[in-house]
Structures are given as C-alpha cells and as structure tokens.
C-alpha cells in the first residue's frame, strides 16, 4: 500500500468515526436521488469573528467534510455523483448536536482527490409557501 492509499484510508476512516463531532448526513442530488446516510465530520456554530473589527457577530455557520469511501476506504459512497463534481445544488440534511434536523443547500464544495474528502459550507435552505391570495367576496 503506497502512501495515497494509506492517507484516503486514514482519512475515511476519521470522517466516518461515529465519536466526536459527527453526525449522520443524508445528501439529495440535484435531479432528487436521496443517497443512503453517510457519516460527516462538521461544525455548526451561531457565533463569528468579523473580520474588520474582530469583534464577535451573531452569524450562523454550518460546514462539514465527508469522505468520497466508505470506511473500509475503498468503496465509493457517492455512486450517482458528489457534490464537488456535479452541476447544481445539491441538498444536505443532518440532525445537529442539540437534536435539530435542518436541510441545508451545499456551497463551495472542495474536493481534495488525493485523500478523496471534500469540504463544504452549507448554506440554510428553506421551503417557502407562498399563500394563495384570499379570494375577494362580492
């Protein structure tokens, strides 16, 4: 096993430990393929530095690193695609560290093909309903 092998191993590995700061993510594909559960490493912080003043600001900020492996770091657990190569929005949705399940749209998706784990922010995402409007009564 050459030195490639052993890091996309290692690093599938560390992704997908269920201890510490990871959670079960489920990805939905752009053409709307819900992909199996996968195990992500991520932050989701309300807290922020501005950058200008450093002082601390009230921003959320949500991101994460999975590996393109399954644990063993050898299959792909990204058969239709990854969010880091294929066009469009993908949709990430995870239950966070104090129990809330959100859905988030992926941004700024990097993916590192030497250890095959991308990086990503998430971006909040909604559903929005827009009402009917009431009809007028004569």
Known sequence: MNLYERARKDIARILSNPNGFTASVVFTTPAGIVMDPVTWFFIDVNLDINPTTG????????????SLYAPDGETNQFP???PADTKGKWKAKFTNGIGQEKEYLVSNPIFDRTTGMITMTLESYTKRVIPAPVPEVE
């Not at 002082?55 to 999975?66: L, N």
């Open 55 to 66: 002082m601390p600001i009230i921003a959320r900020k949500v991101a994460g690193s999975v």
């Open 80 to 82: 239709d695609g990854n």
